[in-house]
Each structure stands twice: as C-alpha cells, then as structure tokens.
C-alpha cells in the first residue's frame, strides 16, 4: 500500500495510466467498429442472397418465416435471425445495391479486362479507389438500428437513404438525433436555397456553400405570440442556439447577435453573424419576418461586403449571406440576385408553433416558474 500511495504522487506514472486509459478506449472504440461493418457485410450478403434465389417470390410471405426458424435450428446462440431483421437485410441490399453494383465495371477496368467482379468481393478494389467502394464502406459504418431506421423512412429513394448515411457519419448523429432529423424533410431541404453562389464564387467553393444552406428554415423549436416581430424572432433563435445551430447544420459558429461593425464613421449591425469552419467563411444572416423584397438584399450585401473588408482574413473563403424571410417568390428572388456579385441565398423559413397575442402576456416566464418551485420547496421543509 505504501507503494500504491507512492505512485500516486508520480506524475510520470499517472500519465502513463491516463494514455493505458485512451490506449484501451480507442481500441476498443476501433474494435466495435470493425464488428459493426462485419456484421453489416455479412447482412448485405444475406440480403442478396435472399435478392437473387428469389424464394420469398417462389414460396410467399412464409419464406421469411421459415427462414428465420432454420437459422435459428443451426444457430441457436445466434441473436438478429428474426424475420423482421431478414426482411431488412433484403431490404438493406436492395436500396443500396445500384451504388454498390457500379463498382463492378470499375474493377473490371482497373484489371484490363471485361471480368466482373462479385458484388460481394468487397477487397478486390482498395478503399478510395471507386466511388462505389467508398460508399460500401459508408453504408456498412453505421449502427445497424441506424441502416434499419433509415431504409424504413427512405423507401424507395436509395438517393435520400445514401445521405441521411452520410449525415450520421459526418455529425455523429444518435438514434434520437437522426429520428428527429428523418421527420423534418432534411433531405428535401438541403442545398436547396436560390443563391448566385455559382457565379459569385469558384467552382469548389460554391459547390460547398450551395450545401450548407436549407429551404425551408425548421424553426419549429420556438414558441412566438401570432404577431411577432423581427426582433422577437431574432431573441429566440439566440435564447435557442443550441437547437438554431443544429439546424443550420454542419460547422456553423455562432459570432453574435447585432453584431457591430463600424464601416467609416457609421456603425451598422448584422442580425446574427456565423463563421463555417466548413467553408472557411463568414456567414451574415439577415432575418425578415415578412415576404421576401428585392431592396432587402442590398442591405445584405453591404454587410457581407462589410465582413470581407473588416473580420475576413487572407486565409478566409469569400464572406457569404443568407436572407431568411417568411415567404418568397422564387423567380423573383432569383432575378433580384442576379444584380449582385457578392454571394448571396434567400431561404423561407416554417414556423408553427405560435400562440395567441392575448395569452403570450399571461404565461408565466421561466424565472417566475423557478421562483414558485424553490418557494414551493421552502415551504414544504
């Protein structure tokens, strides 16, 4: 014990115990991962085992059934042979074989010969080598709860599928995190606001900034009187950052709100200010509670020119803003952001959760809810 007690005063050795420690956790983190894509390559071969003998065709909705139970007879200590989980290792292969099935020529190619390769000769091609192999590593890198929750929801649009894999691995996403983002037309949404980003930046650039943006905004997370103002909608999307950052997506830090810019002897302020470590870039966000006019981007523009001259720095990416209004005409928008060559987006933004004005005074606030509670507890000691 003596000893023990030395030991615990050695710098060195409690070092050398904390690396043992991040040794051990980062192999054991590598190990689950490389079960996971070995269990998810041995479904995807099930899956197009079950594709290609075409029993459930040949024999009905008891194949599945009967198949689980023979599994189950040879592998008793054997768990995920239910019929529900065979039936998505079928469905698990066949939303994802057209990427996968791509891979074949390419190898064929690489070998200088017409030879095809089996879909299921995962190693003939190193990683990286093919589009249709790095997606192979994608797809079979995430839980399989995750590949199951997501072929669930994206039946029928492989596309949609590939990206929401996509998205878990590039935010980390959990299970609650990745449900919640399934039921709110992430997809559909994406990339998909009217921008002049192709001819206001390079190629590269513009390709990324493009997919950082979303239309519509989902601002469902906040609870605003009917008759708010911009004002009010601006506090709660700062009083809700954590969540307004979320869904902004990837890489968005949040600079400030009003944030002050003194441009000769005039200050202006910008509505909120964002920098992307995606894009390498400063990102103006510009709120208007109303629809979408032409003049509101000429005040954008001035910020976002602002910025470049300002907080831009050499090793910075081209400033970019992003005006978000209640509604818009999109053929209007897209003609007002022909005017301008500075890169510039207009999204909508959804909101519906909204309570009466006569009410918004009578609810309480959160510091009065807290004050009855600790009264309450006083009370009751």
Not at 267 to 292: M, Q
Request: charged letters at 25%; one cysteine or more; a negative charge.
């Amino acid at each position: 014990m003596e000893k023990r007690s030395s030991l615990l005063h050695n710098k060195e050795y409690l070092c050398w115990v904390k690396e043992l420690k991040q040794r051990y956790l980062t192999a054991r983190l590598k190990a689950s991962v490389e079960v996971n894509r070995a269990l998810l390559e041995l479904y995807w071969s099930i899956g197009k085992g079950i594709a290609e003998k075409q029993y459930a065709n040949t024999y009905g909705s008891r194949f599945y059934a009967t198949l689980s139970h023979d599994l189950k007879e040879e592998l008793p200590n054997v768990k995920g042979l239910s019929e529900r989980n065979l039936k998505n290792m079928y469905y698990f292969y066949e939303t994802y074989n057209q990427f996968v099935r791509n891979r074949q020529q390419v190898a064929a190619d690489l070998s200088g010969g017409n030879r095809q390769q089996p879909a299921d000769d995962f190693k003939v091609i190193p990683y990286g080598t093919s589009i249709a192999s790095s997606i192979f590593h994608d797809i079979c890198s995430i839980p399989w709860d995750h590949q199951c929750r997501i072929i669930s929801k994206c039946k029928g649009n492989p596309e949609k599928a590939l990206f929401f894999v996509r998205k878990v691995l590039e935010n980390n996403w959990g299970r609650d995190m990745l449900l919640n983002f399934l039921d709110t037309n992430l997809y559909e949404r994406q990339g998909k606001a009217i921008t002049n980003f192709k001819s206001s930046l390079p190629t590269l650039q513009s390709d990324l900034a493009q997919q950082i943006t979303k239309d519509p905004y989902n601002f469902d997370f906040l609870a605003l009187r009917e008759e708010y103002d911009e004002k009010e909608l601006e506090e709660a999307l700062v009083n809700n950052v954590t969540k307004f950052l979320v869904e902004l997506g990837t890489g968005f830090a949040f600079m400030g709100r009003q944030y002050r810019l003194l441009v000769g002897d005039t200050e202006c302020f910008i509505d909120l200010l964002f920098y992307n470590t995606k894009i390498h870039a400063y990102c103006c966000v510009e709120l208007k509670t109303g629809s979408f006019r032409p003049g509101h981007l000429g005040q954008l523009g001035f910020y976002v020119s602002a910025v470049n001259h300002i907080l831009k720095s050499d090793i910075d990416n081209p400033t970019i803003g992003i005006l978000i209004c209640k509604d818009k005409d999109n053929i209007e928008a897209q003609y007002s952001l022909e005017t301008y060559n500075v890169p510039l987006g207009i999204s909508e933004y959804k909101l519906t959760n909204l309570i009466p004005s006569e009410f918004k005074g009578t609810l309480p606030t959160i510091e009065e809810i807290e004050s009855t509670l600790e009264k309450l507890s006083s009370e009751e000691n």
